[in-house]
Nanobody, 122 residues
Framework: QLQIVESGGDLVQPGGSLRLSCVAS????????IAWFRQAPGKEREAVICISKRFDIAYYVDSVWGRFSASRDNAKNTVYLQMNSLKVEDTAVYYC???????????????WGQGTQVTVSS
């Protein structure tokens, strides 16, 4: 059983940076792949990036390549999403989710956090 809590969302200007944190409580966190999804107003929730239990990274949105990165600290049961050069179109609620393997499909993820709001605006 995992419980997930995201934090770090904020209002930031275009071109700025944010680091989101995803803290998961549960004994099998190191065995889980952790993904970040996002949902913009009026849009479907989409996978953004995933970090596997082996620390491999998978990107699911071309536009974040080179701007977003994920990392994990298993000692702290935490995954981070570093977002640089933020754009207005990155505005969304960002969710953290856990699965056995990285996937771009929502249905593959067993556990979800409540989300954290990221707003990019001048």
């Amino acid at each position: 059983q995992l419980q997930i809590v995201e934090s770090g969302g904020d209002l930031v200007q275009p071109g700025g940076s944010l680091r989101l944190s995803c803290v998961a409580s549960g004994v099998d966190f190191p065995l889980r792949s952790i993904a970040w999804f996002r949902q913009a107003p009026g849009k479907e929730r989409e996978a953004v990036i995933c970090i596997s239990k082996r620390f491999d990274i998978a990107y699911y949105v071309d536009s974040v390549w080179g701007r977003f990165s994920a990392s994990r600290d298993n000692a702290k049961n935490t995954v981070y999403l570093q977002m640089n050069s933020l754009k207005v179109e990155d505005t969304a609620v960002y969710y953290c989710a856990a699965a056995q393997y990285c996937s771009g499909q929502r249905s593959e993820y067993d556990y979800w956090g409540q989300g954290t709001q990221v707003t990019v605006s001048s």
